[in-house]
């Protein structure tokens, strides 16, 4: 009944709730029929058994039969260890940094759920495989940092292409990890989109975020223009959260052919960071061209100019940067980013396992093994056997990073994109274009989402076959793509040194950019007014978190209600059920709420010549159940 669904929720459980609680919880108030959940969800399994999960077209389903990967063996019912939230809510994020100074082992952080699964199989793992493991990552690693599992683009993914609320995402991981802080990756003024959105739809983003439960704001902004991420550090400095401003790493800063990213531009920074009152100090090597000698130089020299923690992130494209993160210990860097082994590597995070080995008995030894971790990494390798078909196809690590310097993220999905342009021939001349492109930007930073333009301008160049020359010939009309228009009109922020006059004026040919910031020429957004609205759009009631998500991408959310209201909440399925449906005989459960589990069997199934249908003879908890499904042209 009722108080089970109030004692069941997660707000309610995690101890957010008040006495209002009831009042601001409206979901409580749906009640929707179990029968009709049931044969929601047997639809959506009949319409991806026999017409594909549409987000399979094009790719193929893996060979290998997918078992449901082994969890961590731990004892459940004795409740988890104190952890760094623990600590952070003792101290305060102020006494927390502190905290993080005086640790002399080095502190870690996994990405396995955020940005790992982002940069190696385009964003695309589900919830139920990181709620299944997470009470594990409670009792067995509490001595973690944190855990990167919220933000960056699987914000957006969720909904738009696993049907999936972000906000139920980190409801259960929270409830299932009390005791670790949980970190998101957040985009200054862009949030989780991709265009400077209002201030105060940024603040408000945020202060959800963090009642919620996102305890670590990495904020970075995509040009390394510092006014553009005072807003969402403001509002994270309002919360009991800890503030993360973030330097974006680019270039060789021991390079003396590319004085622009020496060490004077990152202290100078860092110090503009730590001036705005952040907590932590970030510095995210998006691309992983942070080399070893670099990384020393840096750290040691923010160790001696600035007073805070610092943070170190970087990705594995060039096979190197395990080097990196050993350096960047050596010299005194407080916290890493790596993932479990399984998920490590390639365009993702370097591995947790080679780090902890390592550091092994020396001065920064982590305080983990490779023993304890490994259980982790055996689950992560079972769960990425479903993801196989978002896979990309590279084998191998490649030092090209360092000549086209794409982020991790970046990096597959412009393969993939070139691949479907039939320009998979002509990679080399898109990395040597990406390259070039940058240094008509004026050298600029590439993270999301100035990287995404730099990627449309490359593609743009090499599909109409122009060089960097024909884009500046004043002889040419070139029709450029939007979003290089936008870029710079100023709509994602400028460089601290503004992009190249001439360049600008040509793509903007008469318009005028923006002055300063774009947040601050858009007004305030009435979010009562904006509630009505997708209230309207959606067809239901909107609470504060459905809020944050419209504000963000209210086509992608009303989309993904309309998906909900046809199929059910998807998000209880297996992934192999959720991507490849069912075979013959076999059986599922769905959880569709605690304690209320549909034991769901595939039988057989028939095709009707006259109807054109396929029917499914399905088995519900015992009851036989017949569906009928049209085979899609
Ligand atoms: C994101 O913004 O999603 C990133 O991961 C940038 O590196
Ligand atoms: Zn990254």
């Known amino acids: 009944g009722f108080l089970l669904r109030v004692i069941n929720h997660p707000s309610f459980k995690t101890g957010a709730c008040t006495t209002r609680f009831i009042d601001t919880t409206p979901e409580l108030f749906h009640f929707e029929p179990r029968k009709d959940r049931a044969t929601r969800l047997l639809r959506f399994i009949g319409d991806v058994t026999v017409n594909g999960n549409t987000e399979m077209k094009g790719r193929s389903k893996p060979v290998v039969p997918l078992f449901a990967p082994q969890l961590p063996a731990a004892a459940m ?30 502190l870690l952080t996994d990405t396995t759920m955020r940005d790992a699964h982002q940069s190696l199989f385009a964003t695309r793992m589900r919830t139920a495989d990181m709620s299944r493991i997470a009470p594990r990552y409670a009792r067995l690693l509490p001595d973690l940092f944190s855990l990167e599992c919220w933000g960056g683009a699987t914000f957006d993914v969720a909904m738009r292409f696993l049907k999936e609320d972000p906000w139920d995402r980190l409801d259960k991981l929270r409830t299932a990890v009390p005791n670790i802080l949980l970190q998101m990756l957040i985009r200054g003024s862009n949030a989780v989109g991709y265009t400077n959105y209002a201030d105060n739809v940024v603040q408000y983003f945020i202060k959800q975020a963090a009642a919620r439960g996102v305890d670590v704001f990495r904020i970075f902004d995509s040009l390394n223009w510092v006014e553009n991420i005072r807003v969402a550090m403001d509002a994270v400095l309002e919360t009991d959260a800890l503030c993360e401003g973030t330097i974006c790493y680019t270039g060789d800063l021991h390079d003396p052919a590319r004085p622009k990213y020496n060490l004077k531009y990152y202290v100078d920074m ?29 750290v040691k020299a923010l160790k001696e100019e600035v007073g805070l923690p610092i943070h170190f992130h970087t ?23 790596g993932a479990m082994d399984a998920m490590s590597g ?3 995070q370097p591995s947790l396992g080679a780090v902890i080995a390592s550091l092994q008995h020396t001065e920064r030894d982590t305080g983990l093994t490779p023993e304890r971790i490994a259980p982790f990494s055996r689950y992560w390798e079972g769960v990425r056997q479903s993801y196989a078909p978002f896979e990309a196809d590279i084998r191998s690590g490649t030092s090209d990073v360092y000549r086209h310097e794409m982020p991790g993220g970046q990096y597959t999905n412009l ?125 239901q009631d909107i609470d504060d978190a459905a809020l944050a998500s419209w ?28 991507f490849y449906g069912l075979n013959d005989k076999d059986e599922v459960a769905a959880e569709i709420e605690p ?25 519900l908890n015992g009851q036989a159940r017949t569906m009928g499904f049209v085979k899609a042209g």
């Open 77 to 106: 019912s004795a409740p988890p260890q104190p952890g760094t939230r623990d600590l952070l809510r003792d101290l305060g994020p102020e006494g927390f940094s502190q905290w993080v100074l005086e640790q002399k082992r080095l």
């Open 270 to 298: 860092a110090k503009q960071i730590e001036k705005a009152g952040a907590h932590i100090l970030g510095i995210k090597d998006m691309a992983g061209v942070c080399r070893p000698a670099a990384i020393k130089t840096l």
């Open 315 to 337: 990705h594995d494209t060039s096979g190197g940067s395990v080097a990196s993160v050993l350096a960047a210990a050596e010299a005194g860097v407080d916290i890493v980013d």
């Open 346 to 348: 390639l365009t993702s």
């Open 415 to 539: 393969r993939e994109q070139a691949r479907s342009m039939g320009l998979d021939h002509l990679w080399d001349a898109v990395a040597q274009a990406y390259a070039d492109v940058n240094k008509l930007f004026g050298d600029i930073v590439k993270v999301t989402p100035s990287s995404k333009v730099v990627g449309d301008l490359a593609l743009f160049m090499v599909a109409n076959d122009l060089t960097p020359q024909d884009i500046m010939d004043p002889e040419r009309d070139i029709a450029f793509p939007d979003s290089v228009i936008s870029m710079m009109r100023g709509d994602i922020g400028y460089p601290a040194d503004g992009f190249p006059e001439a360049l600008q004026a040509r793509i903007l040919k008469g318009q005028k950019p923006v002055e300063g910031r774009a947040a601050a020429h858009i007004p305030p957004v009435d979010l009562e007014q904006a509630r009505q609205s997708a209230k309207e759009a959606t067809g």
């Open 551 to 578: 504000l963000m991408y209210p086509k992608v959310y009303t989309d993904y209600i309309t998906h909900r209201r046809k199929y059910g909440d998807v998000s209880v399925l297996s992934t192999p059920v959720f």
């Open 595 to 619: 304690g209320k589990t549909l034991i769901i069997r595939l039988l057989g199934q028939t095709d009707e010549p006259d109807t054109g249908e396929t029917r499914l003879f399905f088995e």
